[in-house]
């Protein structure tokens, strides 16, 4: 039974850096099946993706928050990570990580697709 | 970036009776398309992806169809676990730049 765990501080101050961790278990990070992502969604709104990485450390941004964002994977604590940095109030948030299978394949490159398993979600706000 | 525009926003209806949900897309996403439910305080559960194809221990009332640039999810005959929110999200483009629609909130008449 795969199980996601979102950690890190529910406060963060305007202008500093959030930084959360996604726990895995039930699976293996390193799994060449799946990448890992993170998604988030302001309070009373809809899903937006942030991220999304695979074990070897290749990732893929939102381009509107890719010059603020980094993840980062660490296979021996099965372990993903986000850092946002200069954050502001729209970046209140409820903050998933989640799970993305590889789905299409064109030629030798297999690509991940949907979110099929999520973390239960961690409320960040960002103070003034 | 590819606009997911779902409709209705808000669609009420009587436990028993059959929803249609939309789902339009800015540009063909061929049937790069799934659909998830939120209940309030949860995280969003995969319920369709591929357009059609339901997730792992998903019921059969729930059902997708469409390809292109048109989807609906249908749920046959609706019980009282349904009446929550759902959101279609379409994964076509590469490099992935993944994009949810608003949602629709199914409510109890």
């Known amino acids: 039974q795969l199980q996601l765990q979102e950690s890190g501080p529910g406060l963060v101050k305007a202008s500093e850096t959030l930084s959360l961790t996604c726990t895995v278990s039930?699976?293996?990070?390193?799994?060449?099946?799946?990448?890992w992502g993170w998604v988030r969604q302001p309070p009373g709104k809809g899903l937006v993706w942030i991220g999304t990485i695979y074990y070897s450390g290749s990732t893929y941004y939102n381009p509107s928050l890719e010059s603020r964002v980094t993840m980062s994977v660490d296979t021996s604590k099965n372990q993903f990570s986000l850092r946002l940095s200069s954050v502001t109030a729209a970046d209140t948030a409820v903050y998933y990580c989640?799970?993305?299978?590889?789905?299409?394949?064109?030629?030798?490159?297999?690509?991940?697709?949907?979110?099929?398993?999520w973390g239960q979600g961690t409320l960040v706000t960002v103070s003034s | 970036e590819i606009v997911m525009t779902q409709s209705p926003a808000i669609l009420s209806v009587s436990p028993g009776e059959r929803a249609s949900l939309f789902c339009r897309a800015s540009?063909?996403?061929?049937?790069?398309l799934a659909w998830y439910q939120q209940k309030p305080g949860q995280a969003p559960r995969l319920l369709i992806y591929a357009a059609s194809t339901r997730a792992t221990g998903i019921p059969a009332r729930f059902s997708g169809s469409g390809s292109g640039t048109d989807f609906a999810l249908t749920i046959s005959s609706l019980q009282s676990e349904d009446f929550a929110v759902y959101f279609c999200?379409?994964?076509?483009?590469?490099?992935?730049?993944?994009?949810f629609g608003q949602g629709t909130s199914l409510e109890i008449k």
């Open positions: 989640a799970r993305l299978p590889l789905g299409y394949c064109i030629s030798t490159s297999c690509y991940p697709v949907y979110f099929d398993d």
């Open positions: 540009q063909n996403v061929r049937t790069n």
């Open positions: 039930g699976d293996s990070i390193d799994s060449s099946n799946y990448y």
């Open positions: 999200q379409q994964y076509d483009n590469w490099p992935p730049e993944y994009t």
